[in-house]
C-alpha cells in the first residue's frame, strides 16, 4: 500500500483518486473548494463520469480513500503527490497556470518528510522545471523533493476503462530514481510505460491531443469537400480507416472537437510555438476549420429555414460529446448563442446537463424529452450524438415538428432513411446520397437513351 495525495477533485483528479485507492492505495483527495470537498464527503460528485460514484463509494468505506481541505493532512504520509489541478486557457490562447502555481506553494509550505511531486495537468513545456523552482523557493526549510511529468490521456466518459488500461505511461524527470518509483506504481496496470526527460513528457501530451484534433479538422475538410463533390464522408473515413496507418479513430466528421482539452491544448501549444518563432499554421488551421464547422451548421440551417429570425430551432444534445455532463466548450452552447443573435428562439433536450445548461444560458428553454422538444420546432440540430438519439421513433419525432427539418451535426442518421421518411436532412458531409443518384442516373438514361 503506496501513501498517495492527489491535489484537485476534477475530472482527473477525481479519477485518479478513485483508480489509485480502488488499486489497493491509501489516497488523500485535496481541493480548495470546500463545498466540493463536503459534498464528496457526503457522497455527492462534482462531476458525472460513469461509474466513478460506485468507485469513490467502494473505496471510501474501505478506508482507502479520503476528502480534505488540508495540505498539511493531505502530505502528513504522502509519498506521492499528484498535481491535476485545472490549466484553464489565458486571453491569448496560453494555459494559464495560477492554479499550479498556488498548488506549488501550498505544497512546498506543508512537506515535512520527502516527496515525489508528480504534475497531471496539461502544462506548456518547461513547467516541471518552473515548478521545482517554485517549491525550492516556498518550502521553509530544505526537504528532498523531485518532479515527475506524468500527463493524462484519459477520455472523459470512459475516464476509469483509460486508467486501468492505459494505452502508455508516460513519466518525465531529470531524476531516474523517482521515475522509477512511479513506473512502479503503475506496475499492476501492465502497460507501456515511457521514462524521458521532463520537458519531452510535456510535449508528448500536447503532440498526442494536437495530431488527434488534426485527424478531426482534416476529416471536417474533407466531408466540406464531399459535400460540394457529392460523395459521403462517413463511407470516405471508412474506406481511409482500413489502412493500417491511417486508423478508423477520430475521423467522425461533424461539428467538429469541444471539451476541455483539445481546443486549450491545440492553441497552447500554436502560443508556445510563436512565442518561440516557430510556425503554427497547421495547428492555425485546425483551429479554424473546427470553428468553421459551428458556423456551417447554422448557415445550413438558415437556407433550409429561408431565414433564422422568429424560428424556432431545438437542440438535441448540449454536451461537447457523449456520456459526460461537460459543457466546457461545447458547439451547442456557441451554436444556441449564435441563433439567438440571429433572432431564433432556441429550444433543447439533453440527458445529462440541462440543470447546469439552464444556469449558463438561462435563455435556452429546456424540454423533458426529445419528442416534447420537436413540439413547436422549426427544426431540429443534433448536437451530441448520445445513444439514446440514435433510436427514435423518427415517424413520430416527423409528425410532432412544425417542420420536418433536421439538420445532423453528428451523422448519427441514414440521409436516405431520413428522406425516405419524408424530412428535409442535412449532415455533414454526407453526399448527395442514394435516392438522389438514382434520381440522377434515370435523369441521364433519359438523356442518353440508354
Ligand atoms: C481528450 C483526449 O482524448 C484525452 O486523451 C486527453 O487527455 C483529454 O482530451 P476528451 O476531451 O474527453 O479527451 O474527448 P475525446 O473523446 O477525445 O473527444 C474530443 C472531441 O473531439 C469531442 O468534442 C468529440 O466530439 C470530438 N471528436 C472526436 C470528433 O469530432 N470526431 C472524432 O472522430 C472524434
Redesign the pocket.
Known amino acids: 500500500m503506496k501513501q498517495i495525495s492527489v491535489i484537485g477533485v476534477g475530472y482527473v483528479g477525481l479519477v485518479t483518486s478513485a483508480c489509485f485507492s480502488d488499486l489497493g492505495n491509501r489516497v488523500v483527495a485535496l481541493d480548495i473548494d470546500a463545498d466540493r470537498i463536503s459534498g464528496l464527503i457526503d457522497g455527492k460528485l462534482p462531476i458525472y463520469e460513469p461509474g466513478l460514484e460506485e468507485l469513490v463509494a467502494r473505496n471510501v468505506v474501505a478506508n482507502r480513500l479520503s476528502f480534505t481541505t488540508s495540505y498539511p493532512e493531505a502530505l502528513a504520509v504522502a509519498d506521492f503527490v499528484f498535481i491535476a489541478v485545472g490549466t484553464p486557457s489565458g486571453v491569448d490562447g496560453e494555459a494559464d497556470l495560477q492554479h499550479v502555481r498556488s498548488a506549488a506553494i501550498s505544497i512546498a509550505k506543508a512537506m515535512t518528510k520527502p516527496v515525489i511531486v508528480i504534475n497531471k495537468s496539461?502544462v506548456p513545456v518547461g513547467t516541471g522545471d518552473w515548478v521545482a523552482e517554485i517549491i525550492r523557493s516556498h518550502q521553509p526549510k530544505p526537504i528532498d523533493f523531485s518532479v515527475v511529468s506524468n500527463?493524462?490521456?484519459?477520455?472523459?466518459?470512459?475516464a476509469i476503462g483509460?486508467f486501468m488500461n492505459p494505452s502508455r505511461i508516460v513519466l518525465g524527470s531529470l531524476d531516474r530514481e523517482a521515475a522509477d518509483r512511479v513506473a512502479q506504481l503503475h506496475f499492476s496496470l501492465r502497460s507501456p510505460i515511457v521514462i524521458c526527460d521532463l520537458r519531452t513528457a510535456e510535449m508528448i501530451?500536447y503532440a498526442?491531443?494536437a495530431l488527434?484534433?488534426t485527424?478531426?479538422s482534416f476529416?471536417n475538410e474533407i466531408a466540406n469537400i464531399c459535400e460540394a463533390l457529392g460523395a459521403d464522408v462517413k463511407e470516405v473515413a471508412a474506406g481511409m480507416g482500413y489502412d493500417p496507418r491511417i486508423g478508423h479513430?477520430?475521423?467522425?466528421?461533424?461539428?467538429?472537437?469541444?471539451?476541455?482539452?483539445?481546443p486549450k491544448?491545440v492553441m497552447a501549444l500554436a502560443f508556445m510555438a510563436e512565442e518561440q518563432g516557430r510556425d503554427s499554421q497547421l495547428l492555425q488551421a485546425v483551429l479554424d476549420i473546427n470553428t468553421g464547422q459551428r458556423l456551417q451548421i447554422i448557415e445550413k440551417t438558415d437556407q433550409l429555414l429561408g431565414g433564422l429570425k422568429g424560428k424556432v430551432i431545438g437542440l438535441l444534445g448540449l454536451t461537447?460529446?457523449p456520456n459526460?455532463d461537460d459543457l466546457r466548450d461545447a458547439?451547442a452552447l456557441e451554436i444556441a448563442q449564435r441563433l439567438i443573435d440571429r433572432g431564433a428562439k432556441v429550444r433543447a433536450y439533453d440527458p445529462v446537463a440541462m440543470p447546469r445548461a439552464s444556469e449558463l444560458m438561462p435563455d435556452i428553454i429546456m424540454a423533458d424529452d426529445p419528442y416534447q422538444l420537436a413540439e413547436g420546432c422549426d427544426a431540429i440540430i443534433v448536437c451530441t450524438e448520445w445513444n439514446e438519439f440514435k433510436q427514435l421513433d423518427l415517424e413520430r419525432l416527423r409528425d410532432t415538428l412544425k417542420q420536418p427539418i433536421v439538420v445532423d451535426g453528428r451523422n448519427i442518421y441514414d440521409p436516405d432513411q431520413m428522406r425516405q421518411l419524408g424530412f428535409r436532412y442535412r449532415g455533414m458531409g454526407r453526399g448527395y446520397g442514394r435516392t438522389q443518384l438514382a434520381a440522377q442516373g434515370e435523369a441521364l438514361e433519359r438523356i442518353t437513351g440508354r
Open positions: 496539461t500527463p493524462e490521456f484519459l477520455r472523459e466518459g470512459a483509460d501530451k498526442s491531443n488527434l484534433a485527424k478531426i476529416i479513430s477520430f475521423l467522425d466528421a461533424g461539428l467538429g472537437f469541444g471539451g476541455s482539452c483539445f491544448d461537447f460529446k459526460t458547439p
